[in-house]
């Protein structure tokens, strides 16, 4: 997400690391290109100028011409004022109330069904959470359809009356969570093509009878400017605690995300990143800030990994590696749970460096990863187990049977023994590193 953004602001920014000196002439074009980056990317022009004023100020001020390293504390001060801009801090869902009552509103076309999946599967998930998906948009078409086979997809129940009264529905639901031992209650309210008075006095009549613990509004990134119209004619009816950015992942004018704090105070609490039902992510405007500058995101890749990854199994294969005994069934279960974390393309991504390193461009055909099992699972257990006994008639026999060229077995294998070799001389460290 913010790759246009982020690929623009780096390549400004890595004209002045070198700078042993900062003067408004010398960082001038690159204010320029600053503003120009934000602006294109659907950013407020007045918080561009607010943002470009006062990156200036404290560039220019009396701690940048002490430092040692004038160039990378200009640095510092472009990401401290965008962690700024994205919201300072952190604005995690309320998580310590039982039931804890989240009430999802938004326009026609948001998302809002899907992210309701999206965020029963992050509290389930990350958080151990039981949640209940309650139906009470009764208006469109097939709502509650899709909301029951989400729920079906992930397991998560489903909690419906049909099209009886909204204000009803959610009374009765919250008394049959108390009962089953739902944690959260998350509501999919109706939505309209625009703001207007029916829709709104619905959904302030849900308000009023259950008090939720979150109103979220649930909008889409790619609206552009509109997004703080949007946002603002909620809140001015609904006390919004706080919004979900769906579609994030298109990042073609996604910018406009990065002024909702700074001009109507509501904090963005969670992201859209993919359209899986695993692809929303808790809003972090250090991290945010971070990645837009090709800094990383290392801790969002542990967390990720804690997730997907089987820390039992993970520890074993470590054992294994540095024992030498790490076998292709070994290989194979790893590979299963690396594939859990999603595209690979996006885990490099968010690695510190990515794009000197040329890997924020980087395409992996997950057609590749499935040739590889499909290798791997033709072949005996013994097979797996020692890869040396296989031969001439047995990589003749593997290769028919997974659909591939003898070639493709011993590519495999060939890559396995290298990666074992490195493996073992990485843990008896007599490993040379290129530097």
Do not use: W
């Not at 250090?286 to 500058?293: F, H, Q, V």
């Not at 005994?325 to 460096?353: A, H, R, T, Y």
């Amino acid at each position: 997400m913010f790759e246009n953004l982020g690929d623009r602001l780096q390549n400004a920014l890595s004209k002045i690391k070198g700078y042993g000196k900062i003067t408004e002439d010398n960082i001038g074009e690159m204010m320029r290109e600053i503003r120009l980056a934000l602006l294109e990317a659907d950013v407020n022009y007045k918080v561009v100028k607010e943002f470009i004023n006062n990156v200036k100020e404290k560039a220019l001020g009396e701690e940048v011409k002490k430092s040692l390293s004038p160039g990378e504390m200009f640095v510092k001060i472009v990401k401290d004022e965008l962690v700024e801009l994205l919201g300072g801090e952190k604005a995690p869902l309320t998580t310590d109330k039982k039931p804890t009552i989240l009430m999802l509103v938004g326009l026609q076309g948001s998302g809002k069904t899907t992210t309701i999946g999206k965020l029963g599967n992050h509290l389930r998930k990350k958080y151990n959470k039981k949640p209940l998906f309650v139906a009470c948009d009764v208006y469109r078409p097939a709502a509650i359809d899709q909301l029951k086979q989400i729920g079906k997809e992930l397991n998560i129940e489903v909690y419906s009356e049909g099209k009886e009264n909204p204000v009803t529905i959610v009374e009765n639901a919250i008394k049959y969570a108390s009962e089953t031992g739902h944690d959260y209650i998350l509501i999919d309210t109706a939505g309209r093509l625009h703001i207007d008075e029916t829709l709104m006095q619905e959904l302030v009549n849900i308000k009023n009878t259950i008090n939720p613990h979150e109103i979220l509004l649930v909008v889409d990134g790619m609206v552009g400017q509109d997004i703080i119209n949007v946002i603002e004619g909620f809140n001015s009816t609904l006390p919004l605690t706080g919004a979900i950015i769906t579609k994030l992942d298109g990042d073609t004018r996604g910018g406009a995300a990065l002024s909702i704090r700074h001009l109507t105070n509501v904090p963005i609490k969670m992201v859209g990143v993919s359209e899986k039902l695993d692809g929303l992510q808790e809003f972090d405007p250090e991290r945010m800030a971070s990645r837009i500058l090709g800094m990383g995101d290392i801790l969002s890749i542990i967390e990720k990994a804690e997730e997907v990854i089987d820390e039992e199994e993970a520890k074993k294969s470590v054992k294994k590696m540095q024992s030498g005994k790490f076998d292709l069934e070994d290989f194979l279960s790893q590979l299963k749970q690396v594939k859990k974390l999603g595209p690979l393309e996006n885990i490099l991504k968010m690695l510190p460096g990515a794009k000197k390193m040329g890997l924020n461009n980087i395409n992996i055909d997950p057609k590749q990863m499935a040739r590889i099992e499909a290798i791997i699972l033709s072949m005996t257990p013994k097979e797996r187990r020692h890869p040396e006994i296989i031969k001439a008639s047995r990589k003749i026999r593997i290769a028919k049977g997974s659909g591939m060229k003898v070639e493709d077995v011993n590519r495999l294998l060939n890559q396995f023994e290298q990666m074992k070799k490195m493996m073992k001389q990485l843990s008896s460290g007599n490993m040379k590193l290129p530097f």
